[in-house]
């Protein structure tokens, strides 16, 4: 089939340009449609954004004022406070010395004719991190051997460090008022 277009040239031309227009129009409804169209999209997500918000603030308040999360806040407080004496009480008994067996092993080793005056202890640090107690012990004894024998016990055993002993306890032959200091550790 043929097609003639006998329209002179500007009646052609205002008929482009009113095609041209037509879908320019066109173009433009389908914009502002889609505009329109995100617009309401974004005032419902807006909407419900902020039921949700003030359902959840409501749901938190009366949440917040109910008698079983006052009760639950208490219990985290007393359970907090718990813990903290339950540390204090750690932190001591770490730093405990039993001295019991200390003293029964340096009383069993000791010889029958002396007998201790006097037991002092302070604590003392024995590395730059390590820390332990200076046990001082004062006491007579008779005769010097007892002494001696006294002063090797606390050398051979590993459990006492660093001995010291004044000349002292050496200088009589008798009736010897004597001193030891060492160290343990912890």
């Not at 009113?18 to 449609?33: A, P, Q, V």
């Not at 003030?54 to 718990?82: C, R, Y």
């Not at 002494?147 to 590993?158: A, G, T």
Request: hydrophobic letters at 40%; proline letters at 4%.
């Amino acid at each position: 089939m043929l097609n003639f277009n006998l329209l002179p040239q500007k009646e052609k031309e205002e008929l482009e340009n009113k095609n041209i227009k037509i879908e320019i129009l066109i173009l433009f409804k389908t914009f502002i449609s889609i505009l329109i169209v995100l617009l309401l999209l974004m005032v419902a997500n807006y909407l419900y954004i902020s039921i949700f918000y003030n359902t959840q603030k409501n749901v938190f308040n009366s949440l917040s004022e109910s008698p079983a999360l006052k009760l639950t806040q208490e219990s985290d407080e007393k359970i907090s406070s718990m813990n903290k004496k339950i540390n204090r009480v750690y932190n001591i008994q770490k730093n405990l010395v039993f001295w019991s067996p200390i003293l029964e092993e340096l009383t069993k080793n000791i010889p029958e004719n002396i007998y201790l005056t006097t037991i002092t202890t302070r604590d003392v640090l024995l590395t730059d991190e390590k820390k332990g107690h200076q046990i001082t012990i004062l006491g007579f004894s008779p005769i010097r051997e007892d002494v001696i024998s006294l002063k090797k016990f606390l050398e051979e055993n590993p459990s006492f460090l660093e001995i010291e002993s004044p000349i002292s306890n050496f200088l009589y032959p008798t009736n010897i008022n004597f001193s030891f200091s060492f160290k343990i550790s912890r």
